[in-house]
């Protein structure tokens, strides 16, 4: 499959990937390409693993079975040119570091083990600090800025990352319309300078709008491509119209079966 | 004065080292320990270190350092490591597992150590509560010089804790702070985790001696959880960490030896009374911090309601010379509309008439010209609140009074302008009150 040169041009590719906790499946089977210069939207309904897969493509967990390709290669070759925007909730937004500390985080890897920050990079920090609107909070506290605005920092932290392909985990939770707008144009302006961005997306009203591929997701693959031909109602109510019940005993009765040994 | 009869720097010099740099080098770590919400963590290998000290004396049969320090820095991160297993396997809270296995391995230290007492002078209450008063007495020599062996190898101690957190400041940050992104730009979050174990289980096992395992936990956890309050950012966080480590090192020793005095009682022990001045120094920073410090809140609390009251005073002159140019407006008639107390009211009277606010004719208050402007500002805001709240969010006329009451004190310039364009420049209020016209300058117009 590498030595297909299609192969190693697709930013995002996964293969039969199954990620199971605790003998549960959570994705099963899992499989797509991302063609470059996309602007994907990972849609299905709470606990339907879409979580779980940006964790599996970044080796934060070890699936069941699966292969997944980043650029080709495994993550691991190409973390330098992924950028990665966690939930909100999960950070501690108490922690003692201010905006422009949160931002310059996205250099870390740049600068290197054991090598201080220095004003290059805190230049780097403002500017990306910049595009997102916020360059004068960059002094603030973190736990002092809104909703909107600490979303935004973490936008910034995946800008000066400067990676070819971002996964972002529900960047559009519970922000104000002007952070959503300013997130969107950043999208649509790394997608001009053919970066691909892989989104977790709640509202599916937007998805149109915002998206031009789409993964629909409920522990499998229920459709992807682009919008226009697989956001279809179809679609949507084979996706959200319910999980996978038989897996789901099977799950159950091997859990059994274990138990009984 | 009795402290400076029995000073002796020979003694009390080495005592007030040894803490310092005891006190240093755990909070040094413990920034790290308060950071990740991981104090109990740092609890739980200083005790369980116990048995690791225990095994260490049974195989080499000496009290050397070296075989001590691998025996206790092996047990302290087998407790990390042993910890996540039982959180992981025995599907139970991180507290639970942690307590489950530090108890688990403290007692089998304490068995072991009696068992050992009997031919060594291995003692549990020294390795409880240590003893820092004996610094001086076991002393190495170097470069010529006595030094207690304590002392140097705390300091040793100090250097690498200081060593490590300078030159992985911002791993230790990134990782911190957002363990995920640490791990998968490269910085691996769990290598920095079992790092900082190791160092928790050396510095823990160099402080024994001195503050005994309780203290020690006290000196990680305290100072840093002070500086925690006071500090916004990581770098003067650790700086005032370290401030207060020493601060309390130092007066531990000074009021070890002064306080029991003032009672008729002899001095006290010096480990102890530095974990009672960090817990001070705790105390003070959770009265008086300045962002969450609980007397600035009550300040700024009380400073608001001053300001509220003086703009409802200011505002209730204006409504009263509104409806009846004649009205009583004498002080008493004014605080008992206002239901303000006696004291409050005073005090916001003698300010409004130092700021020319209102003036005094006759036992009656009257509003100056600049007292009348911003009165005139509150009652537009009010007004046109009022307004804006019956017409967009379907408030009771009768209710709406209250809310505006409240929203009037937040209001500005832009706000009201923008409150008048929402509202298409109502001339009056649902209760058919005039709303006062905007004016930028207090001067120069004739009023009413």
Redesign the interface.
Known sequence: MSSDPAAATLPLSVHDLTVAYDRKPVLWDVGFDVPPGSLVGVVGPNGAGKSTLLQAVMDLLSPASGRIEVFGAPYRKMRHRVGYVPQRESVDWDFPVDALDVVTMGLYRRIGWCLPVRQKHRDLAIEALDRVGIADLARRQISQLSGGQQQRTFLARALVQDADLYLMDEPFAAVDAATERAIIDILREMKNRNKTSVVIHHDLQSVPEYFDYVVLLNMRIVAHGPVAETFTPENLQKTYGGRLTLLDEVAEAMRRRERSL | MHLWQHWSWQIDGWIIAAGVLCAVASSLLGNFLV?R?MSMLGDAITHAILPGLAVAFFISSSRSSVPMFLGAVIVGVLTALFTEWVRRFGHVDEGASMGVVFTSLFALGLVLIVQAADNVDLDAGCVLYGAIELTWLDTVSVAGAEIPRAVLVLGVVTVINALFVT?????L??S???P??A?????SAGLLHYLLMVLVAVTAVASFESVGSILVVAMFIVPPATA?ML????A??IWISVFLATVAAVSGHVLAIEVPRWFGYRSTTTAGMMAVAAGALLALAILFSPRHGVLVKFLRRRRLAWKILADDTVALLYRLQERDPEAATDPNTLRGLLLADQFSFRLVLAWLRRRHYIQRHDGQLRLTRPGRHIARQLVRSHRLWEQYLTSFANIDAARVHDKAERLEHFTDRSLRDELDAATEGAEQDPHGSPIPVERSEPGNHSDS
């Open positions: 950071l919400r030159l992985f400041f911002k791993e940050k990134l911190s702070f957002d995920s992104l791990t998968t730009t490269g910085f925690y500090a916004d950012r990581l003067p966080m």
